[in-house]
């Protein structure tokens, strides 16, 4: 799986919309990016994936250029509940040569909604 | 209430020890995998599972093992061969193995040696 960069951490207003960077300049053409986040001593929860076009859901959104090399996660009003580490992954195909066929998950973006 | 299920959510084992940890699942998905945090780590796959009655090794297979005979149960027996099991380890599942469908995760049961 390709290697993901992230900041370590990040600050976001309540209210405010908070944009999530990551770094993913040797995804391959097959991997798709997941985000997902954790919020301290529960497991993971799935926030949104896409491979090449930008991604909407009810939690967020999903910007990834042209090339695919970066993204950004977008969660357009931010609450004090979305103050979590958050992840963000690139996996590749099944299949593929890229080892087993789980997550590989770094380090995060440890975000801390201020009120 | 779909979902998966881990339990317990704590748990204690004495040096020399098996432990099992269950995880079970009412979502009527195919794969499951097991991972493993240690503070301040990402998750690392131990096993993965993409079909009832089949499994693989993941990253950190050693001192683990696991079973696959129903599609709801995947259960990680911890052994006494894993020399250092004190972690937080977590369960998933996705609806098949394909790289385009999510995971969605139990909450983990904590794991600590006596």
């Known amino acids: 799986d390709a290697k993901t960069t992230q900041p370590t951490s990040m600050d976001c207003a309540e209210g405010r919309a908070a944009n999530l960077p990551c770094n993913h300049s040797?995804?391959?053409?097959?991997?798709?990016v997941y985000w997902y986040r954790q919020i301290h001593s529960q497991g993971p929860q799935y926030i949104i994936h896409?491979?090449?076009n930008n991604e909407t859901n009810e939690m967020a959104s999903l910007i990834i250029t042209e090339d695919r090399k970066s993204s950004t996660l977008i969660l357009p009003h931010a609450t004090l509940r979305d103050t979590a580490v958050y992840y963000c992954?690139?996996?590749?195909?099944?299949?593929?040569?890229?080892?087993?066929?789980?997550?590989?998950f770094g380090k995060g973006t440890h975000l801390i909604i201020q009120p | 209430d779909g979902g998966i299920t881990q339990s317990p959510k704590y748990l204690f084992r004495k040096e020399g020890q098996n432990v099992t940890l269950s995880c079970e699942q009412n979502?009527?998905?195919?794969?499951m995998y097991w991972y493993r945090q240690d503070p301040g780590q990402g998750l690392r796959l131990i096993y993965y599972?993409?079909?009832?009655?089949?499994?693989q090794k993941g990253d950190i297979a050693e001192g683990y093992s696991v079973s696959r005979e129903k599609k709801e149960s995947f259960p990680l027996t911890v052994t006494s061969a894993q020399k250092n099991p004190t972690a937080f380890y977590l369960c998933?599942?996705?609806?098949?193995?394909?790289?385009?469908?999510?995971?969605?995760f139990g909450d983990g049961t904590r794991l600590s040696i006596l």
């Open positions: 998933a599942s996705s609806i098949t193995w394909a790289s385009n469908q999510p995971q969605h």
């Open positions: 040797t995804i391959s053409g097959n991997e798709y």
């Open positions: 896409g491979l090449k």
């Open positions: 992954i690139v996996r590749v195909a099944p299949g593929s040569g890229g080892g087993a066929d789980g997550l590989t």
């Open positions: 979502l009527n998905h195919d794969a």
């Open positions: 599972s993409q079909i009832v009655n089949d499994f």
